[in-house]
């Protein structure tokens, strides 16, 4: 019974119907109990589909830029997925208003899926619900499949880059040292976009930019840097082609499935260690919050639980490797 209902689910995704599409992204997000079979059977390392994460500062334009790629990817007869992540906002479902009025050219489109995802029951938090949201979309044969998200904070960055190429958009007059210099920022994207190159300052931005993207080191390659407005549309072709590019020279497709897949997987072992773990040491202690107790009272310290759960996961191995000698 269950497997059929997972199979009928996943038969909707994969034949690209709307309303299926859109039940399994509420299961993924609310943490269903069938959501990981559904995806299980989804799951194809060499899918197609390309993803482009997009991040950076708030009000950078990258709304405004996801809109134009839309727009450019639609005229080349692709169908584009879209994700807005908003760690800060509670709703999903539909897309976030401000979202939905700047991508509204594209809203009654069927070329066009948009979801926004908010914070919801996934165990893996946010970046767990993208990154399984990603597969859902590739599935349907979204292709690019485009993930905006607000700010750039660790998880932003964390989701971003579960794409295969994450943008990085910068913009002229925000403070370029505060732009570029947080921890790592420059090593973020593969792509960095120079935003609302309309604007004065767009030079110096470009120096900036470059001058930093000296101090990398050098086995890290060097992201391709494009200037373009997201306004007037000039340079979204110059980026599209950089686009293009990436995936060309940088990345085959095996390339891609191989790093894909080793994305997820670390985010899986992860978001489970993470949950066995704390559930041990809830059970064990009664919660965590008494586990503290338990340390500040000088019975245990952090170390010897630690400790612990090292025996408790070498216990289950051995118990594993028992049943299957069985
Ligand atoms: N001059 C100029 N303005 C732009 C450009 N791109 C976007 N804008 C404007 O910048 C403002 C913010 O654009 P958004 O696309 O909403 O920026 P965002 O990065 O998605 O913002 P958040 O989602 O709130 O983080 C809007 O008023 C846009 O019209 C550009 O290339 N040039
Ligand atoms: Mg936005």
């Given at each position: 019974?269950?497997?059929?209902?997972v199979?009928?689910?996943?038969?909707?995704?994969r034949?690209?119907?709307?309303?299926?599409?859109?039940?399994?992204?509420?299961?993924?997000?609310?943490?269903?109990?069938?959501?990981?079979?559904?995806?299980?059977?989804?799951?194809?390392?060499?899918?197609?589909?390309?993803?482009?994460?997009?991040?950076?500062?708030?009000?950078?334009?990258?709304?405004?830029?996801?809109?134009?790629?839309?727009?450019?990817?639609r005229?080349?007869?692709c169908?584009?997925?879209?994700?807005?992540?908003?760690?800060?906002?509670?709703?999903?479902?539909?897309?976030?208003?401000?979202?939905?009025l700047?991508?509204?050219?594209?809203?009654?489109?069927?070329?066009?899926?948009?979801?926004?995802?908010?914070?919801?029951?996934?165990?893996?938090?946010?970046s767990?619900?993208?990154?399984?949201?990603?597969?859902?979309?590739?599935?349907?044969?979204?292709?690019?499949?485009?993930?905006?998200?607000?700010?750039?904070?660790?998880a932003?960055?964390?989701?971003?880059?579960?794409?295969?190429?994450?943008?990085?958009?910068?913009v002229?007059?925000?403070?370029?040292e505060?732009?570029?210099?947080?921890?790592?920022?420059?090593?973020?994207?593969?792509?960095?976009?120079?935003?609302?190159?309309?604007?004065?300052?767009?030079?110096?931005?470009?120096?900036?930019?470059?001058?930093?993207?000296?101090?990398?080191?050098?086995?890290?390659?060097?992201?391709?840097?494009?200037?373009?407005?997201?306004?007037s549309?000039?340079?979204?072709?110059k980026?599209?082609?950089?686009?293009?590019?990436?995936?060309?020279?940088?990345?085959?497709?095996?390339?891609?499935?191989?790093?894909?897949?080793?994305?997820i997987?670390?985010?899986?072992?992860?978001?489970?260690?993470?949950?066995?773990?704390?559930?041990?040491?809830?059970?064990?202690?009664?919660?965590?919050?008494?586990?503290?107790?338990?340390?500040?009272?000088?019975?245990?310290?952090?170390?010897?639980?630690?400790?612990?759960?090292?025996?408790?996961?070498?216990?289950?191995?051995e118990?594993?490797?028992?049943?299957?000698?069985?």
């Open positions: 019974m269950l497997s059929s209902e199979e009928d689910l996943a038969g909707k995704v034949s690209k119907n709307q309303r299926g599409m859109a039940r399994v992204l509420s299961m993924v997000e609310n943490g269903h109990p069938l959501a990981p079979s559904i995806l299980h059977s989804l799951y194809n390392p060499e899918r197609s589909g390309l993803t482009i994460g997009v991040t950076g500062y708030p009000g950078a334009g990258k709304s405004t830029l996801t809109n134009r790629l839309i727009a450019y990817y005229k080349h007869g169908k584009v997925g879209v994700i807005a992540v908003d760690p800060s906002s509670p709703f999903s479902g539909g897309a976030l208003l401000g979202d939905r700047r991508m509204q050219d594209h809203a009654s489109d069927p070329g066009v899926f948009i979801r926004s995802m908010g914070n919801r029951g996934h165990l893996g938090g946010l767990g619900t993208t990154r399984d949201a990603l597969e859902v979309f590739s599935a349907a044969s979204y292709d690019p499949v485009l993930v905006e998200t607000m700010g750039v904070g660790q932003e960055v964390e989701i971003a880059s579960l794409a295969d190429i994450t943008l990085l958009v910068l002229p007059g925000l403070g370029d505060v732009q570029t210099m947080k921890a790592g920022i420059m090593e973020i994207g593969d792509i960095i976009v120079l935003n609302k190159a309309d604007r004065p300052g767009i030079e110096q931005l470009e120096m900036f930019v470059n001058a930093s993207l000296d101090l990398i080191p050098d086995q890290i390659s060097r992201p391709t840097v494009i200037s373009c407005s997201a306004l549309g000039e340079g979204i072709e980026l599209t082609d950089a686009i293009a590019n990436c995936v060309s020279f940088g990345m085959g497709r095996r390339v891609i499935a191989r790093r894909r897949t080793k994305l997987l670390r985010s899986i072992i992860r978001e489970k260690g993470k949950e066995l773990a704390r559930k041990h040491v809830s059970d064990r202690y009664g919660s965590i919050e008494e586990a503290i107790e338990s340390i500040l009272e000088g019975k245990t310290t952090p170390y010897e639980i630690g400790e612990m759960l090292s025996g408790f996961l070498e216990n289950k191995r118990n594993e490797n028992e049943c299957k000698r069985d």
